[in-house]
């Protein structure tokens, strides 16, 4: 959801919240680096091991080769010959050895050394190395040199060496007899071991990139496809409301139409009733009277007399009846198409005024709602009346046309020397009733001014909405 900004501004971008795929990429980047950290340091103290593992199988197997012949007499000795430790003082003199493998020992069980290159050593007897208690065990053992045992401190040491304990066992029993200690220079092994370390950290970091940019990718994509639906959610939100606000305007003002519609007819209701009183019954009531008159007549010319006024007064009453039901009575329009019913509005003007009105209806053959029709036919009528009567019927224009269901009717005119329509447009009952029966169907009406001085009178209704409202 998002955050409004103070005072009623713009949202600010710093206060904005972050995506899912920030906010995924901050925390899982953070979970990932660790885990990479943690896996690093233990994958490469595991190839660490068995880097050094596998250097010290393989110096303890090239050793043995060179020093096995001259060590099988430790079988029943504790201490090599002279001619022994002379011969092991030449091999390890020589170039090949003396530059990777500077010191060598030969332990015999429990912490006795055999033979060492420091000759001072020999027939001494230390506390045992724990690689010599591996190496008794009958495995190759090594470690990094303890600088604090008393056989370096001796010998004052001061680099780690790479110590290598070797079993050496009995050529015909295969017992272990004695162990040889081998110290090789670290340089070597350093240099393996800072190589392997840093193809690990490679790897790992390599792959950890690989996994959060992959893991990032696809959070990404969610996220754009979440902000894109509550964004469409949005904006699905705003046209419901647009609409629940048009549907209210269009409510209320239907509702204001019908309310002035019903108040329209009822002062409708009143002219007719009005004119009813005014006009024929009051011819009735003088007939009414005429006929006591006959009665008292006393001789036969003044009964006649008395019986044709009294024919006049109910002629001209039925004659005001019929003309007063003419206004108020459609002509039969239910079952004709819509264009036949401008027709019909057209020419029904046409009887009435002498004026001709040109029709330009392009209308599809389909059913209309009655209602819909009569609106047509008494918003014409009511327009070419307002025609005739401002503008003497000049110009006057019917179009009636339907697009995406909307019909649009049209009443124009080209004006002329008397008042126009337009500023007597709040004075009548016509224009009011014309446009109230047009609102209460869903529809409107607009009134606007030609360049030419004339009048044009136009409604829209949709004719779905009206069938509803109808």
């Excluded at 092991?88 to 015999?108: N, T």
């Excluded at 959060?212 to 994509?221: F, H, K």
Aim: proline content about 4%; some cysteine; glycine content about 8%.
């Amino acid at each position: 959801m998002a955050m409004s900004a103070p005072h009623g501004g713009a949202t600010r971008p710093e206060d904005r919240p972050w995506s899912l795929s920030r906010q995924f990429a901050l925390s899982g980047g953070l979970v990932m680096v660790l885990a990479a950290a943690l896996a690093g340091f233990i994958t490469s103290g595991i190839v660490t091991r068995a880097t050094v593992e596998n250097t010290a199988t393989s110096t303890a197997l090239f050793m043995d080769s060179f020093l096995s012949p001259h060590l099988q007499e430790l079988a029943t000795s504790d201490i090599l010959s002279p001619e022994a430790s002379g011969a092991l003082d030449r091999l390890l003199d020589s170039d090949a050895f003396e530059g990777r493998f500077p010191h060598l020992e030969i332990w015999k069980p429990g912490g006795l050394v055999a033979y060492s290159r420091t000759k001072e050593l020999i027939g001494k007897k230390f506390p045992p190395p724990e690689g010599l208690l591996e190496a008794l065990g009958g495995k190759v053992a090594s470690r990094y040199a303890d600088l604090d045992a008393e056989e370096h401190t001796i010998r004052h040491f001061n680099k780690a060496y790479l110590e290598i304990y070797v079993p050496v066992r009995e050529y015909l029993s295969g017992r272990i007899v004695a162990v040889a200690e081998i110290h090789e220079h670290p340089g070597a092994i350093e240099r393996r071991l800072f190589h392997v370390r840093l193809q690990t950290w490679l790897v790992t970091a390599a792959l950890t990139l690989l996994l959060m940019a992959s893991l990032v990718s696809i959070v990404y994509r969610g996220s754009r496809t979440i902000a894109t639906q509550q964004e469409k959610l949005r904006d699905n939100i705003r046209a419901v409301q647009q609409i629940s606000e048009q549907n209210r305007v269009f409510k209320e003002r239907a509702q204001r139409a019908s309310s002035r519609l019903a108040e329209l007819n009822a002062r409708y209701l009143r002219n007719v009733g009005a004119e009813l009183h005014d006009g024929p019954a009051q011819l009735v009531g003088l007939a009414a009277l005429k006929v006591e008159h006959i009665r008292r007549a006393r001789t036969t010319a003044k009964r006649e007399e008395n019986l044709a006024s009294m024919e006049t007064a109910l002629s001209e009453a039925i004659r005001e009846i019929r003309t007063i039901s003419k206004g108020l009575m459609l002509p039969e329009i239910e079952d004709l198409p819509l264009c036949e019913v401008v027709d019909l509005a057209v020419s029904a003007h046409k009887k009435h005024t002498g004026t001709k009105a040109a029709v330009d209806c392009d209308l599809p053959e389909k059913a209309f709602p009655h209602a819909v029709k009569i609106c047509v036919y008494r918003f014409i009528q009511e327009g070419l009346n307002n025609a005739f009567k401002h503008a003497g019927g000049r110009g006057q224009t019917v179009s009636c046309k339907i697009k995406n269901r909307v019909l649009t009717l049209s009443v124009e005119d080209e004006g002329g020397e008397r008042e126009g329509w337009q500023s007597a447009r709040e004075a009548g009952l016509g224009l009011a009733g014309m446009r109230d029966r047009v609102e209460s169907l869903g529809g409107t009406v607009t009134i606007s001014s030609k360049s030419n001085g004339g009048t044009r009178v136009e409604m829209k209704l949709d004719v779905a909405e009206a069938e509803k409202n109808a």
